[in-house]
């Protein structure tokens, strides 16, 4: 059993549902938020702290990060250094450099850093991984990702958002990085990216229109459409393999939540039908990420957490540069040390 402090009452809310479901390895201890209304709103007579210097004294194990991303990175280090782990909401931080201390900061400490990558656990994340594994695969050949989700004033009444000094990015920070982070989880790292970013929805800093291609190092070619103008909120990914075609749903915030639909290629159905039925549904979102966290299977590494902050990085480069950008970055790179113009 871990104690755990959530930090930031916003997303935060969220989480604490997804401790509650795991009572066997986690108590949440407190809740900390600058407003303590807003705290006491989601404690439901957990302790609420509006310091967080006092929880980072306290006996909790886990300080859960749930702040604005401009305050990611100096919190994680400051519970390292008090001798906590970390959970810490996406992005885990927005430079390459400060991922590089947030590692320095875990080695020296020998404590662990765990980035929110929640859309990962669910039943349609888990037949792709099990064909995958299963070897029904085969090669990639090509894949889309839409994130099209809906984002309008009252969002970005949050003062840190929409902004570079709070929010630190946009569509493709903020909002399409779960899918691109599932894009690398199940297509494997990155060679190259292109990126055409456009602020057209709403009257913010950042951008909020992306149209992008990714080449992997497998060679699958991959394009990715983002905006924060639709109608309604819709994420979808289509995975062309030499097997199988895999195409999720079109739930916003968990797209693997439901079973994805998969139409056979070269692999036989009947082959991909039976490995299909080994799958058993895991627990989803939040829950499935804490629980990985408790099990230790299948828990999102700061390293994993370090590539997806070098895609942002590598996007941001290509567009500025027009440019296509090879991965892995360099440390001499331009916008090691930030994008943040
Ligand atoms: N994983 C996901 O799907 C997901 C979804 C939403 C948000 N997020 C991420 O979660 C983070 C928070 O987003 P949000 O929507 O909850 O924001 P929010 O603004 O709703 O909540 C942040 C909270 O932090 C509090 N806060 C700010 N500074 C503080 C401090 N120094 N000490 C204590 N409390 C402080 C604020 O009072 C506020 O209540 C962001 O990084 C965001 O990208 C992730």
């Not at 401790?19 to 302790?47: K, N, Q, S, T």
């Not at 390292?80 to 201390?101: F, H, Q, R, Y």
């Not at 990914?237 to 915030?253: N, Q, V």
């Amino acid at each position: 059993m871990r104690k755990v402090a959530i930090i930031g009452a916003g997303i935060g809310r969220e989480h604490l549902s997804a401790y509650r479901a795991l009572p066997e390895h986690f108590e949440v201890a407190a809740i900390c938020d600058l407003d303590r209304v807003r705290a006491e709103d989601i404690a439901g007579g957990i302790p609420v702290e509006t310091d967080l210097a006092k929880v980072l004294s306290s006996n909790v194990d886990i300080i859960d990060v749930c702040l604005p991303p401009h305050l990611h990175v100096s919190t994680a280090i400051a519970a390292m250094e008090a001798g906590k782990d970390v959970i810490c909401e996406k992005p885990v931080a927005t430079s390459l450099a400060d991922v590089d201390k947030l590692e320095k900061v875990a080695a020296k400490t020998g404590r662990a850093v765990y980035p929110v990558f929640q859309y990962r656990f669910g039943v349609g994340v888990a037949q792709v991984l099990h064909l995958i594994r299963s070897g029904l695969a085969g090669e990639a050949f090509a894949a889309s990702v839409e994130t099209h989700w809906r984002r309008d004033a009252d969002y970005y009444a949050a003062p840190w958002r929409g902004t570079w000094a709070g929010e630190q990015g946009g569509v493709i920070l903020g909002h399409a990085i779960h899918a691109h982070d599932l894009i690398c989880l199940l297509l494997g790292p990155l060679a190259q990216v292109s990126a055409q970013l456009a602020t057209r929805v709403n009257d913010i800093e950042t951008e909020d229109c992306a149209a992008i291609t990714f080449t992997m190092q497998s060679g699958a070619l991959v394009t990715s459409s983002a905006t924060l103008g639709a109608g309604d909120d819709t994420s979808r990914i289509r995975l062309m393999f030499e097997g199988f075609t895999a195409e999720s749903g079109l739930s916003p915030y968990a797209p693997a939540a439901s079973e994805w639909t998969i139409t056979p290629r070269a692999s036989s159905a009947e082959a991909i039908t039976s490995a299909l039925a080994e799958v058993t549904a895991p627990r989803m979102g939040f829950q499935g990420f804490l629980q990985a966290i408790a099990t230790g299977e299948d828990a999102v590494t700061l390293a994993q957490g370090r590539a997806s902050v070098e895609l942002v990085t590598a996007l941001y480069a290509s567009e500025r540069t027009g440019r296509p950008e090879q991965l892995p970055l360099l440390r001499t790179h331009a916008l090691y040390e930030g994008w943040q113009p």
